[in-house]
């Protein structure tokens, strides 16, 4: 990586990235989704047709924006969701974390006040946190981030970054009730709501309630994804809502390349017409309910005393609270090793009031209280969209293995691991975590 003193700002805050590019290397299996559950057939009836019919088109160069008919798509598409916009405040990205950058590039500075929940997206925080902004971690219950918390940090943020509907790494939605409180504080505020929805669609029991931007908040945008529904190879996902902020990123995007692809658009909007999405979400769904149902039902078999964990309304995963003191880093390694789908909480964390580096560097200038604002340690996240049936339970049995290994080892070393008086990291308040 690099060693100079002398690199500019960027390439200083690139390098800090190094830990993040690690985790999500090894976190292959954990972020993978069920290669089952791709459309296959539609995909290769919708390539043929559109080489027959569109071939000058699908392999020409096309609008910075995206094509028009697949904007068209997206605006309607938000709309079931009661949000109405125009073709014009649609742009077609290369994938949700690209619409994330191209935000962070447009809105960001170095150390710009940028509230997310605890925890969030472990995408997003490494697509943002290259822009330098002063991290400030929401504390969370199970209806979404505290309004007394928000409130606080409101005043003077650059950027909201949040998931109302379906959160990665908890598959917890805001709440009817905690949508129209954060609502209304964004309604006086200049701050830019930036609206995760990547798996807002990938909801199991019942759809979520309307996100914040449908809502009326004025200065925002919705970040969607087409990858969370079984298409990632095509890399396509789109940015929509304000419409300056809209084409300041389209114009923005031309410093790193010209456009979206003009092929995978043209084959994604044939599979939508050909009513691809209606038939295959459903299916989807289904399979992610049951292996979510099934988790479940195994970690209560298995898991020791003291754990607790998220009941995802819809999504990949699912979030884990360890016991105090238990240490994450003590089992992921192993966990990793055996091809356990797992990750440490602490990357999904930017702690109460994290500074650029994510809690890696030796002082945070931004915390009144470093070691209270320091990202939570004890804390697992479980990606269960993979898992095949028959992998679940000696999944989750041997994580619950390594857990109580874990735990025998670090009651033995407490004495000396553990300083008196010296304080823990505050546990992400979820109190939908429960092993119930």
């Not at 690099?2 to 390439?11: C, G, I, K, Q, R």
């Not at 290769?44 to 910075?64: D, W």
Request: proline fraction near 8%; include cysteine.
């Amino acid at each position: 990586m690099f060693e100079s003193t002398n690199l500019p700002p960027m390439a200083r805050r690139v390098a800090l990235l190094e830990a993040g590019d690690a985790r999500e290397s090894a976190a292959w299996p954990a972020e993978a989704c069920d290669a089952d559950v791709f459309p296959v057939e539609a995909a290769s009836r919708a390539m043929r047709r559109v080489l027959a019919r569109r071939a000058r088109e699908a392999l020409q160069y096309g609008p910075a924006e995206g094509i028009e008919p697949l904007r068209e798509w997206v605006c309607g598409h938000l709309a079931t969701q009661g949000l109405r916009l125009q073709p014009s405040q649609v742009l077609i990205s290369s994938g949700s974390r690209h619409a994330l950058d191209l935000l962070g590039k447009v809105l960001l500075d170095s150390a710009s006040p940028l509230l997310v929940q605890r925890p969030t997206s472990l995408g997003a925080l490494r697509a943002l946190r290259a822009y330098g902004p002063r991290l400030v971690g929401l504390r969370c219950d199970e209806q979404g981030p505290d309004p007394e918390a928000f409130a606080n940090a409101l005043p003077g943020a650059r950027m909201a970054y949040l998931q109302p509907r379906c959160a990665d790494p908890t598959g917890c939605a805001f709440s009817e009730a905690r949508a129209r409180e954060l609502t209304r504080q964004l309604a006086g505020s200049t701050c830019w709501l930036v609206e995760d929805q990547a798996y807002g669609d990938l909801w199991f029991d019942a759809p979520p309630a309307p996100g914040l931007l449908a809502r009326g908040v004025e200065y925002g945008v919705v970040v969607g994804s087409f990858s969370t529904l079984g298409l990632p190879g095509l890399r396509l996902g789109w940015v929509a809502g304000h419409p300056r902020l809209v084409a300041t990123l389209a114009q923005a995007r031309g410093a790193a390349e010209r456009q979206p692809g003009s092929l995978s658009q043209w084959v994604l909007l044939e599979m939508l017409r050909d009513g691809c999405l209606e038939r295959h979400l459903p299916a989807m769904r289904q399979r992610y309910r049951e292996r979510r149902d099934a988790v479940l039902r195994a970690l209560r078999r298995h898991m020791p005393e003291g754990v607790a964990w998220t009941r995802p309304q819809g999504g990949a995963h699912l979030w884990l609270n360890l016991p105090c003191p238990l240490d994450a880093a003590q089992v992921i390694e192993p966990a990793m090793r055996e091809g356990l789908p797992v990750l440490p909480g602490q990357a999904f964390d930017a702690g109460a009031g994290g500074c650029a580096s994510f809690g890696e560097c030796c002082q945070c200038r931004f915390a009144d209280d470093p070691q209270a604002a320091a990202p939570v340690r004890n804390a697992l996240r479980l990606g269960f969209a993979a898992l095949s049936p028959g992998a679940v339970e000696p999944c989750v049995a041997r994580l619950a293995q390594l857990l109580r290994a874990a735990t025998q080892a670090s009651t033995r070393g407490a004495g000396s691991a553990h300083r008196p008086g010296e304080r823990q990291p505050a546990p992400v308040r979820l109190d939908r975590m429960r092993p119930a």
